[in-house]
């Protein structure tokens, strides 16, 4: 998990596309695994999910959850969709 001083920090690292482009919440990408937002943080805290986090802020990149979410249900990287799951 990369760590920023400051939330201003994180935003400007986003202005300058320093950071994916998709960013969600623990409680988005607990809800799209299926997991726990708990089970989340322990992801991103072992690195098994591209996070980061400035203050009290974590945000996870979206695709990784996409990515996680579908080999979790027997699917190709190249098929579904993180809001519908199209599968």
Same mark, same amino acid.
């Given at each position: #998990? ?5 939330? *201003?920090? #994180? +935003? ?9 482009? *998709?960013?969600? $919440?623990? %409680? =988005? ?9 708990? $089970? +989340?943080? /322990? ?7 591209? $996070?980061? !986090?400035? /203050? ?6 979206? *695709? =990784? +959850? ?5 080999? =979790?249900? %027997? +699917? $190709? /990287?190249?098929?579904?969709?993180? !809001? %519908?799951? *199209?599968?």
């Amino acid at each position: #998990m990369k760590r920023f001083r400051t939330i *201003n920090s #994180m +935003v400007a690292a986003i202005r300058r596309d320093e950071l994916p482009a *998709n960013l969600i $919440s623990p %409680g =988005a990408a607990a809800a799209a695994l299926g997991i726990t937002r708990q $089970s +989340v943080h /322990e992801l991103c805290h072992r690195g098994k999910l591209p $996070s980061w !986090y400035a /203050e009290r802020v974590i945000l996870i990149d979206a *695709n =990784a +959850v996409q990515a996680r979410a579908l080999k =979790a249900l %027997g +699917v $190709s /990287e190249t098929q579904g969709d993180l !809001y %519908g799951l *199209n599968v």
